[in-house]
């Protein structure tokens, strides 16, 4: 079945300096690539997604990047804020319109 | 906007107890999800719901019920807890299917002694 990988466990970023998270997935199928925050003491909220029939999104300071052919995509915060402190999960869609498969977390700090 | 409710918050039971959470949606969302949350680990459905009186299996069903009678509550019962077991219990609702924004309950922290 899908298995999707988060790379980064942990990053540490200056305020203000972008922050990259990347994720990959193995199957071919998987066309949803959502991307949730937890911040500290609470639970988690939908930020961003992206669809397979693009290969880039934008909504503010978030940008994905989605590559089909390395199946391998990415969360990009501009301009870190401190509020951006979090735990970011990237999940992916395997075909089944139900289940998300999810990666393991990165912990973003940003550093003042 | 709406809400979603998980109790109990924080649920100590003991070994080969059976322990139920519950959750409660007032998005009147169609689908309802169970995930388990361990620390360092990404999030692993254990049961989905895509309308009343509905269950479908997720990955980690094995050692839990789940049950949907109305639209807006979903229940999910640990049927014999494993000692020194620890993990956050989530529930989720969304719209439709996975491809979709899903909102989160706050979780509730199970502790097995």
């Known amino acids: 079945g899908e298995k999707v990988e988060q790379h980064e466990s942990t990053l540490s970023v200056r305020e203000g300096d972008s922050a990259v998270i990347n994720c990959t997935y193995t199957d071919t199928a998987s066309s949803y690539f959502p991307w949730y925050k937890q911040e500290a003491g609470k639970s988690l909220h939908f930020v961003i997604d992206?669809?397979?029939n693009v290969d880039r999104k934008q909504s503010q300071r978030l940008i994905v990047l989605l590559d089909k052919k390395a199946k391998r995509f990415s969360l990009h915060i501009t301009a870190t804020q401190p509020e951006d402190s979090a735990i970011y999960f990237c999940?992916?869609?395997?075909?089944?319109?139900?289940?998300?498969?999810w990666g393991s977390g990165t912990k973003l700090i940003i550093k003042p | 906007g709406g809400i979603i409710t998980q109790t109990p918050k924080f649920l100590i039971g003991q070994e080969g107890q059976k322990l139920t959470l519950k959750c409660q949606q007032n998005f009147n969302h169609d689908t309802m999800y169970w995930y388990r949350q361990d620390s360092g680990k990404g999030l692993r459905l254990i049961y989905y719901?895509?309308?009343?009186?509905?269950?479908q299996k997720g990955d980690l069903s094995e050692g839990y019920d789940a049950s949907r009678e109305k639209k807006s509550s979903f229940s999910l019962t640990v049927t014999s807890a494993q000692k020194n077991e620890m993990a956050v219990f989530l529930c989720?609702?969304?719209?439709?299917?996975?491809?979709?924004?899903?909102?989160f309950g706050p979780g509730t922290r199970l502790t097995v002694l």
């Open positions: 992206i669809r397979s």
């Open positions: 719901s895509i309308t009343e009186n509905d269950l």
């Open positions: 999940a992916a869609s395997e075909g089944s319109n139900y289940q998300l498969i």
């Open positions: 989720a609702s969304s719209m439709g299917g996975a491809r979709g924004e899903q909102y």
